[in-house]
């Protein structure tokens, strides 16, 4: 009988992911369901797909779409995944998601274990090939040598594209998760000292990134990188830091929406359908007109029309006189109604993945820096770079299952050699390739 895969979720992470296991399905011996309230015209390709339409609210339904499989795979929102999690563990099915495992998910580690089925955390792109990745060089490097300094970012991008999207960047994920990115701050490791970043100086602390053959990248602080020293098992690391990549320019300019309140999820705003990109932009700030507002900018914030953040701001329309369409919500959710208009992609666009460590150790009282990273293109808009980076690593996962008939219990991350040798090995047939440079100091 063959094995029952259920992927919960059918967003813009999902294509690779059933591409692949579908196109797997015979050597694999599963069959494929997808539920979702959202059916994405790019599953009419696969006919021996089933198709369940869901909505998550139907615990009922749920549960009877998941019953007796294999594989619960979830590319839902994080908030969802407890609740997905629970249902797994006491009806004694394997579950796999892309998100970062949290401690209300860590208290069903004994649930997991009693009924002897497996859950698999962090396993896409950030997290998930980022782990990997770097313990493959952290494990070989510890061997004879001491790491000291350890940074890792990674972004998803578009091409950039000075003319058409000064940003470089488009909504490839969660849109409103980018627009309340770094809302709790970030805390890392830098020469010794720990380093607690506020939001509001999040996108100001951010790191110019070099990679051979590219214009250049920056790199903002991201999250808990303190727990990684233990994670990672870098004992006598005095640099720890991970963070989010963009294109030059995002950081300074993003910096400037939360200075001027507009990332806010707190606040409230009402619109009576006359509100416009320029009203909204200039609601704190209050100018009689846009050439005031520019005024404004360039006195107050340093803001040039020569600059990135002016081209930024307006290619985005925030000097506009377009309507927005939403009446009421946080300011957050005005920001994201303007943003969409330029930051949906389009059948034209291609996205791009772009993830980099950076270490430096000693061996033999000579320090050296290896350079690694990885840079991946999107095909189109529906089979895209983010797609690919997180998608793959979850099939691959599940092909390794299947045919070396690993048995696991409990909650696991992919830090260990015998999951992210076979994973990463895998990848690289794929595509997913790092490229490392190393140079003496």
Not at 198 to 208: A, L, R, V
Not at 231 to 246: H, P, V
Not at 316 to 334: A, E, M
Not at 345 to 357: C, K, P, R, W
Request: glycine share 6%.
């Amino acid at each position: 009988m063959s094995k029952k895969i259920v992927i919960l979720g059918a967003g813009k992470s999902s294509s690779f992911l059933i591409k692949y296991l579908y196109n797997n399905r015979n050597e694999l011996d599963i069959s494929l369901n997808i539920a979702s309230d959202y059916r994405p015209k790019y599953i009419d390709d696969f006919e021996e797909i089933s198709f369940i339409n869901l909505d998550i609210k139907d615990k009922e339904k749920l549960l009877k779409v998941i019953q007796d499989s294999f594989i619960v795979v979830s590319l839902l929102p994080p908030f969802l995944h407890f609740e997905i999690a629970e249902i797994c563990s006491y009806n004694k099915i394997n579950m796999i998601t892309a998100s970062y495992l949290d401690d209300k998910i860590k208290t069903l580690e004994k649930t997991f274990v009693d009924n002897n089925c497996f859950l698999f955390m962090e396993m896409g792109l950030d997290p998930g090939i980022d782990h990997m990745s770097a313990m493959k060089m952290i494990d070989k490097l510890s061997v004879s040598s001491k790491i000291i300094e350890f940074e890792s970012y990674t972004g998803g991008l578009v091409k950039l594209d000075k003319e058409n999207n000064p940003w470089g960047y488009k909504f490839t994920w969660n849109p409103m998760n980018v627009i309340l990115a770094g809302a709790d701050g970030a805390n890392y490791l830098k020469d010794g000292v720990n380093k607690s970043i506020p939001y509001e100086k999040i996108f100001k602390d951010f790191t110019s990134i070099v990679i051979p053959g590219e214009e250049g990248f920056e790199g903002y602080p991201n999250r808990n990188s303190l727990m990684y020293k233990d994670l990672y098992k870098l004992k006598d690391i005095q640099t720890l830091k991970r963070g989010t990549l963009r294109h030059k320019g995002f950081c300074e300019t993003w910096s400037l929406l939360i200075e001027l309140g507009l990332t806010s999820n707190s606040k409230t705003l009402y619109n009576n359908k006359k509100m416009t990109f320029f009203d909204f932009f200039n609601h704190k700030i209050k100018a009689k007109n846009a050439e005031d507002l520019i005024k404004y900018l360039d006195k107050k914030h340093g803001v040039k029309r020569t600059s990135l953040v002016y081209k930024n701001l307006e290619w985005s329309g925030f000097f506009s006189n377009k309507k927005i369409p939403i009446v009421k919500g946080k300011i957050s959710d005005f920001l994201l109604s303007v943003l969409m208009d330029k930051w949906t992609l389009s059948d034209g666009d291609i996205d791009l993945i772009v993830m980099t460590h950076s270490i430096v150790y000693e061996s033999e009282k000579t320090q050296n820096k290896i350079l690694s990273y990885l840079k991946i293109e999107g095909e189109d808009n529906v089979y895209t770079a983010m797609s690919k980076t997180v998608g793959l690593p979850i099939a691959v996962l599940i092909e390794h299952i299947i045919k070396n008939r690993i048995q696991k219990k409990g909650i696991h991350l992919p830090f260990s050699k015998d999951i992210y040798q076979p994973i990463l090995k895998k990848l690289k047939k794929l595509g997913v390739e790092f490229t490392e440079i190393e140079t003496n100091i």
